[in-house]
């Protein structure tokens, strides 16, 4: 009897420990299920933080345009020809403008309408929009320029003579922007593909017009007035990608990001590396310069 009772125990505490180590088997392969799907969905969520960190990069490295106000950049567009005498003293006047404000004057050299008649076998440097902003200025004497294109001296005119550019541009520069512009140009094989930026600081006061224009630094020419014959040209206007008085934009209120892209072809004779891009907003109706920048045609970057 004694013996049953001990195999019995026996047989009792063997089904016993079966029975434990079941249990501890099944939940070691819960905890083992629990462990492998907790570490894919940890693998899960970080991969998705790492593609949207690496997301966000992407955008900051696109939007490239300071977001943070500054005040305005003064634009002068000057009437100039190469049969006008006085033309070459509104060049040293927009040079000294330009490097008493550096960084933030910019000068465009528009050649039409008069005096521009090319000596000889030089090049012809007038362009099909010069009329109309000769036009639309009401210039009559040149040399002669509009500062942002507003009428500073209330003259109902906004081109003014060369003695004014520089006193107005000193108004223009300390003024504050409602619009920052980024400028980014890479160049290949005669073909410049441009990107421009604008972020609103401020309210632009309705839609406005972006302008994007091709200026060329270095191109002789004989020259009226000139000290000395070839004479060399600045920031002389090649073109406008933009056609003559901008692209529209119509999303301007103030924290609006706008992305705009543009391919320009060199035309025969123009040297790349002298040329720049220069961007500029203006209101509407084309007439008042919210903002205006530039940098080089080729590999080109401001912010």
Known sequence: MLKKGVKLFFYFGVLIFYYICALQTTQLTIYFIKFK???KLSIFVLAFVLMVSACKKDEEATNFVNQTAETKTA??????GVKCGYC????VIAAE?????????????IHGV??????????????AWADALVSYAQNTGWPGGMVNRRDHDNDGKISMGRGSWKSVANIIVAESAPVNIGIRSKYESGVATITVELYYTGDGGGANLLNVAITE??????????AEN?????????DLVTGQWGTSVTETTSGSLKTFEFSYTLKAGQVAANCEVVAFVTKGDHSEVLN????????????
């Open 37 to 39: 799907i907790m570490t």
């Open 217 to 226: 630094n270095g191109i002789k020419t004989q020259q009226s007035g000139a």
């Open 114 to 127: 008069a005096y521009n008649t090319p000596y000889g076998s030089d090049p012809d440097l007038t362009t």
């Open 88 to 91: 070459p003293d509104g060049a």
């Open 292 to 303: 205006a920048d530039a940098t080089h045609l080729v590999g080109g970057e401001v912010n």
């Open 230 to 238: 070839p004479y060399t040209h600045a920031h002389t206007l090649r």
């Open 97 to 109: 403008m330009i490097a008493e404000h550096p960084g933030k004057a910019i000068s465009i050299g």
């Open 75 to 80: 634009l002068l567009e000057e009437f100039t």
